[in-house]
């Protein structure tokens, strides 16, 4: 009788997909397969090992020790095929569809304007982009590379830094002018705060006061927004007071179209922005890797 063909770098790479998701349910939804095509593949690798490899007795599935060496392993066998296959198409050019999320004032502001030019350089590769503010998981979205702002939170992703921007107070000349302009924080409680509508590292607008100790005003106001684009264009439509990166809004102060406030007592803290994705060292993708570089090569914050 014959034995039955056996993928094994396709069991390696959904055993690696269900690990780093969590779960057979996300782990289909990023391979694209139904859970129960998931849960057998793993059950007949676990009857081929005679070895079981994760445990279902809870809710999150736990790696075994066998499991977990197994993981181990299969991460380095990945490497080494990905790593195989870019040098046996080491002359091609890279190609395939890249989908990349993006926060949405970069986005708007830096990667669509320049777009054109990676595209131009590669043109095998096509781009799928998203902008949102949302932080989405790169797994179930599918997406290569997520461009985020502010700290990273721990996780297995790979970051890369794009760069970081001073952060500033402002407000439209028309508001300031219906309702005078704030010589010191502590004045802007009787000012119009504009509010993000998801869960900031620091809730408030942080300063320094005279002595350098550091102050943190609440933000309370009659409107809430979902990004920071949506916060610029609020601000510029005179409706309160802000607090944005530098850079998305240079433009703005420099044309007049928005004042900074409070310079002296701005803490100088900076907001970084990083290209996060998936990726053990080296072995990424050809178009990711170009597209990183790229991204490096020519993003100024």
């Known amino acids: 009788m014959a034995r039955p063909e056996i993928n094994r770098s396709g069991e390696i790479e959904v055993f690696v997909r269900v690990v780093e998701t969590g779960s057979f349910s996300a782990a289909a939804r990023a391979l694209r397969m139904t859970p129960s095509a998931v849960s057998k593949l793993i059950a007949r690798l676990e009857a081929r090992l005679g070895a079981r490899l994760v445990s279902r007795s809870t809710r999150k599935l736990q790696l075994t020790p066998e499991g977990t060496s197994f993981y181990d392993s299969g991460l380095r066998i990945l490497a080494d095929l990905d790593a195989a296959e870019r040098e046996a198409a080491a002359g091609a050019a890279p190609r395939g569809r890249l989908r990349v999320n993006s926060y949405v004032p970069f986005g708007q502001h830096r990667l669509m304007p320049l777009l054109p030019r990676f595209l131009e350089r590669y043109p095998e590769i096509s781009v799928e982009a998203v902008l949102t503010d949302s932080?989405?998981?790169?797994?179930?979205?599918?997406?290569?590379?997520?461009?985020?702002?502010?700290?990273?939170?721990?996780?297995?992703?790979?970051?890369?830094?794009?760069?970081?921007?001073?952060?500033?107070?402002?407000?439209?000349?028309?508001?300031?002018?219906?309702?005078?302009?704030?010589?010191?924080?502590?004045?802007?409680?009787?000012?119009?705060?504009?509010?993000?509508?998801?869960?900031?590292?620091?809730?408030?607008?942080?300063?320094?006061?005279?002595?350098?100790?550091?102050?943190?005003?609440?933000?309370?106001?009659?409107?809430?927004?979902?990004?920071?684009?949506?916060?610029?264009?609020?601000?510029?439509?005179?409706?309160?007071?802000?607090?944005?990166?530098?850079?998305?809004?240079?433009?703005?102060?420099?044309?007049?179209?928005?004042?900074?406030?409070?310079?002296?007592?701005?803490?100088?803290?900076?907001?970084?922005?990083?290209?996060?994705?998936?990726?053990?060292?080296?072995?990424?993708?050809?178009?990711?890797?170009?597209?990183?570089?790229?991204?490096?090569?020519?993003?100024?914050?």
């Open 135 to 301: 932080v989405i998981d790169l797994m179930e979205e599918r997406a290569d590379i997520a461009i985020r702002a502010g700290p990273l939170r721990e996780s297995r992703l790979v970051a890369r830094k794009l760069g970081q921007s001073p952060m500033v107070v402002v407000a439209a000349p028309a508001y300031l002018e219906a309702r005078g302009t704030p010589q010191t924080p502590a004045e802007l409680a009787r000012h119009n705060l504009l509010a993000f509508g998801f869960v900031r590292l620091v809730d408030g607008m942080p300063f320094v006061d005279a002595k350098g100790t550091p102050v943190v005003v609440p933000i309370v106001g009659n409107s809430t927004v979902s990004d920071g684009e949506a916060m610029r264009l609020t601000t510029l439509a005179g409706a309160g007071i802000a607090r944005l990166a530098r850079w998305h809004v240079e433009p703005d102060i420099a044309a007049g179209r928005l004042v900074p406030l409070l310079e002296a007592f701005n803490p100088g803290d900076e907001e970084p922005t990083h290209a996060v994705y998936v990726g053990q060292g080296k072995h990424l993708p050809a178009r990711v890797r170009a597209f990183l570089d790229f991204l490096a090569e020519t993003v100024r914050l």
